[in-house]
T-cell receptor, first 115, second 119 residues
Framework: AQKITQTQPGMFVQEKEAVTLDCTYDTSDPSYGLFWYKQPSSGEMIFLIYQGSYDQQNATEGRYSLNFQKARKSANLVISASQLGDSAMYFCAMREWQAGTALIFGKGTTLSVSS | EAGVAQSPRYKIIEKRQSVAFWCNPISGHATLYWYQQILGQGPKLLIQFQNNGVVDDSQLPKDRFSAERLKGVDSTLKIQPAKLEDSAVYLC?????????????????FGPGTRLTVL
């Protein structure tokens, strides 16, 4: 079974609009962390935001926020006020504490922002 | 603070040839990871080092892939001999503690990657 599922291969949004990128996960480990990374065409993976399984509040980092719904096992990324520079591939990833520290990635969602 | 450095950025070889990739992690980071990212997929862990010891190499194809991290700093990943299916981007990442602290303090930071094409 897939540990991380990103069901949207591609998303399109206009500048200044908000967009939500979906991520669901599957784990039986009570201690885990969820990460979102951005990968522009240059190839580098850029860390955006982190949510721990015991965190009571949704994580926020500038224009990025994580809509964490633990019971539904979803960790959607919300980007507010999209910019042209947000066009990239976005990956959701999970680390299960019992399994070690390596990240398990989803297949990614391509976001295209138009003017 | 300098990020994770990788070289070369691009490499084209023929099958059955050998190739090596180099990674220099963020200064002071104890843990180093090598991931393989095949086109259209998310990265997959190949090997993880804690200082100069191997923590997890369960997904490393050991018949052709090898990696080392001498002195607990730089690392080299080698493929010998290469196959067509090894065409991918090889990403190096580092983190401060490798899970001992957990949480956001253990975020992995990635280098620009090496794009390998095997013909």
């Amino acid at each position: 079974a897939q540990k991380i599922t990103q069901t949207q291969p591609g998303m399109f949004v206009q500048e200044k609009e908000a967009v939500t990128l979906d991520c669901t996960y599957d784990t039986s480990d009570p201690s885990y962390g969820l990460f979102w990374y951005k990968q522009p065409s240059s190839g580098e993976m850029i860390f955006l935001i982190y949510q721990g399984s015991y965190d009571q509040q949704n994580a926020t980092e500038g224009r990025y926020s994580l809509n964490f719904q633990k019971a539904r096992k979803s960790a959607n990324l919300v980007i507010s006020a999209s910019q042209l520079g947000d066009s990239a591939m976005y990956f959701c990833a999970m680390r299960e504490w019992q399994a070690g520290t390596a990240l398990i990635f989803g297949k990614g969602t391509t976001l295209s922002v138009s003017s | 603070e300098a990020g994770v450095a990788q070289s070369p950025r691009y490499k084209i070889i023929e099958k059955r040839q050998s190739v090596a990739f180099w990674c220099n992690p963020i200064s002071g980071h104890a843990t180093l990871y090598w991931y393989q990212q095949i086109l259209g997929q998310g990265p997959k862990l190949l090997i993880q080092f804690q200082n100069n010891g191997v923590v997890d190499d369960s997904q490393l194809p050991k018949d052709r892939f090898s990696a080392e991290r001498l002195k607990g700093v730089d690392s080299t990943l080698k493929i010998q001999p290469a196959k067509l299916e090894d065409s991918a981007v090889y990403l190096c990442a580092s983190s401060p503690e490798g899970g001992l602290a957990g949480g956001n303090t253990d975020t992995q930071y990635f280098g620009p990657g090496t794009r390998l094409t095997v013909l």
